[in-house]
């Protein structure tokens, strides 16, 4: 305990017990130098309480900073000051949060569950009631409140496993006893635990940690060798086969691209399971508009915490917009729900949403000013969503060219999960084409998608591959490699931001930019092997190109042409920004990591400013390749990766086409080549490989279950 004298900042994360955690605080005390701040990391025990005791400095330097779990995934930092708390302590945790962690700092008011819990609760409890109300499964309410509704997977069962059952118990019980106000949770307060829920905690059926929940994995497999998950049966109290729920409005809105389009579909239908998620909805607007001002000031908080708590893609108040605040309000008072005075207030006065977007900055609704605010703390962040009123420079189905000012154009995919296609390469060839002739300062390619590209189009190349179109294929592909060197030879600096999956032509295509911001969060990897290929849009050469770029005189040079080759060979995916310096996706001498997704896209913007005035196009590349001398040394390697179990007979097959590739070809030792020379040779290789059955078979596996096939 004596170390933490030195410490910057002391937080504490043990058991969530306030006698605990206040014995706890009265030892730091003892040892933390004066200054220090000590924040809590509790997820609903008031921070005033945990503060009684202390002396006034320590209380000065005192604060909640609930992380959600798991931490990594899920950026929710919620900021809970107590009434001694010095503004400038709070102020630095933000920014802290926010730049260094890479959080969304949410500020809370110290009230029972915060924000996200408190909502996040509501809406488990409220689903649990509207399942027995409408009698179904949890199979079906996991279906409806998935993606469908624009919220993960899991849905709502899955999602109680996932936190444990005994814990979302707990801290339910905990909201009713501790917000005796709220009105929702007055209606739980006489009346006993739903007969189901008392069954699985009784019987220690808490989820996932117990291997049993509302699912159960069992030790048997199926056909394909998965494990055979049970479903509970909530009226029955025992376990059954799962169900594969068939709803209409499902199958509907899983077509539907827009998530304002998939709610306005839900409130336009008379379905049954319609009927469920509009009374959901509409109970959950009714719930928020009475937790203003109790649990926050300010609506954005709201929409943040359960889009960065829980990963909803949009928040209570956003959902509410997507229909009209006005018909939110008539539906639900039909319904027998009140919703809040100011709400009614607002749309008397004229306003009919809670944001607004003007001049390409959003704006909220603040219920004391009774106007349309600028949300703070976003200033620094580039949303494209915002540029949506605003003519675009460019657009085609895959991809949309942006003016995000300064004289800097912007890139975004906006294709099915931003596969690259026809489309995307016509953008980039367009904005390179425009910066040039224009005079625009350069180019930031990016999108505030969950997933930055996961690759070229799969599906169009596998139509033209089952129908032996050779001839359009080798356009395709050349046309690719064309635009990535037009990318890397243009006369402005081109600066690409990623997050998420950055997978195949996404990592090509930013390996021949002048510079990368990677998120931290950057899933980074030339996965073509998986499906049968080699990189075939100028990363194979690319990895040639900086393998040569590292080479010196009297350099070892096997060593790193055996790492280099196995990264693409094996398709190792970075899952994190610095690993993928490690696997040399990224370059250290010209790329960078924001620690905050929101942020890359502007950090990206700015990379390009501080370049564009004495940017020179960059001079032809001469790429020193290791011919049969290289070609010798990865066969052996190749030889033992097979006989070794990490490849199968096919994959070495794959692995000599990219040795081939990296060598240089069918060369006597080392040579001097051009990158036009390798790009050649890698999309005769790419060519070849689809012509392979065992290729086909592998793509068409993925195509159909989204994952490889190692045949």
Not at 673 to 690: C, G, K, P, W
Request: aromatic share 12%; proline share 4%; net charge neutral.
């Amino acid at each position: 305990m004596h170390k933490i004298t030195d410490y910057e900042w002391i937080i504490e994360v043990i058991i969530e017990n306030p006698k605990i955690k206040k014995e706890l605080f009265e030892k730091v005390e003892k040892y933390r130098t004066k200054g220090t701040p000590v924040t809590t990391n509790t997820s609903g025990i008031p921070i005033w309480m945990l503060a009684e005791g202390r002396s006034e400095d320590f209380k000065k330097y005192f604060m909640g900073t609930h992380f959600f779990n798991p931490p990594r995934y899920l950026p929710l930092l919620e900021l809970i000051p107590g009434k001694d708390t010095l503004p400038e302590v709070v102020a630095f945790f933000k920014e802290f949060g926010d730049k260094y962690l890479g959080k969304q700092p949410v500020m809370c008011k110290d009230t029972p569950g915060f924000i996200a819990n408190r909502v996040g609760l509501f809406s488990m409890a409220k689903l649990m009631d509207l399942t027995l109300k409408y009698n179904f499964t949890i199979e079906e309410v996991d279906a409806l409140t998935g993606p469908v509704i624009g919220r993960p997977k899991t849905g709502t069962y899955r999602l109680m496993d996932l936190v444990g059952i005994d814990v979302a118990d707990k801290v339910l019980k905990g909201l009713i006893q501790n917000a005796p106000e709220d009105e929702y949770l007055k209606t739980w307060q006489d009346r006993d635990t739903p007969e189901f829920m008392k069954y699985l905690l009784e019987n220690k059926f808490l989820g996932n940690k117990t291997r049993q929940g509302f699912y159960k994995r069992t030790k048997e497999k199926d056909k394909k060798g998965k494990s055979i998950i049970l479903a509970f049966d909530i009226y029955k109290n025992e376990y059954r086969d799962k169900i594969r729920p068939s709803f209409e409005l499902v199958k509907e809105n899983k077509k539907i691209d827009n998530l304002k389009n998939k709610i306005v579909n839900i409130f336009e239908s008379d379905k049954p399971e319609a009927n469920f998620l509009k009374e959901y909805f509409l109970g959950l607007f009714s719930y928020v508009s009475n937790r203003i001002p109790e649990i926050s000031d300010y609506i954005y908080s709201i929409d943040d915490g359960m889009k960065a708590g829980y990963a909803w893609d949009a928040g209570p108040f956003e959902y509410w917009d997507m229909i009209g605040v006005e018909k939110g309000v008539e539906e639900a008072e039909k319904m027998g729900y009140e919703v809040a005075g100011w709400v009614k207030d607002m749309l008397k006065s004229g306003k009919k949403s809670f944001y607004e977007i003007k001049n390409y900055k959003k704006y909220y609704y603040d219920i004391f000013k009774k106007d349309y605010e600028k949300i703070p703390g976003i200033e620094e962040f580039i949303i494209l969503d915002l540029f949506r009123d605003k003519k675009p420079v460019y657009k085609n189905s895959e991809a949309i060219i942006h003016d995000i000012g300064d004289g800097v154009l912007n890139i975004e995919f906006i294709s099915k999960s931003n596969v690259i296609g026809e489309g995307t390469g016509l953008a980039m060839q367009k904005a390179v084409e425009l910066a040039e002739e224009e005079g625009w300062n350069g180019i930031v390619i990016g999108n505030n998608a969950k997933q930055f590209s996961v690759g070229a189009n799969l599906m169009m190349v596998a139509m033209l591959a089952f129908q032996k179109d050779f001839k359009k294929l080798d356009e395709i592909t050349n046309d690719f490699q064309q635009v990535n060197m037009r990318l890397r030879y243009s006369k402005i600096p081109v600066v690409v931001a990623t997050q998420g999956y950055v997978f195949g032509g996404g990592v090509e295509l930013s390996m021949h930019a002048d510079s990368v911001v990677a998120s931290s969060e950057s899933y980074i990897g030339l996965v073509e092997v998986g499906v049968g290929l080699l990189p075939g849009g100028g990363g194979t050469k690319e990895f040639a190109v900086r393998l040569s770029e590292s080479m010196y005189p009297g350099d070892v040079v096997m060593p790193k042409l055996i790492e280099s080759f196995k990264t693409i060979a094996t398709a190792q995916v970075a899952t994190s920004a610095d690993e993928a310096f490690d696997l040399k996706y990224l370059d250290a001498t010209r790329d960078s990591k924001v620690m905050n997704t929101m942020r890359a896209i502007a950090t990206a913007k700015n990379k390009v400013l501080q370049m564009a005035d004495t940017y020179v196009m960059p001079d032809k590349k001469e790429v020193k390749v290791m011919g049969r001398t290289g070609m010798a040394t990865l066969l052996a390697a190749i030889n033992e990766f097979k006989l070794g179990g990490y490849i199968t007979e096919y994959e070495s097959h794959i692995a000599k086409k990219i040795a081939y590739v990296m060598c240089g070809g069918d060369l006597t030792g080392e040579h001097i080549v051009s990158e036009q020379y390798l790009l050649d040779i890698e999309r005769e290789a790419f060519l070849s490989l689809l012509g392979e059955p065992k290729t086909m078979e592998r793509i068409q596996y993925m195509l159909e279950n989204n994952k490889p096939l190692r045949n």
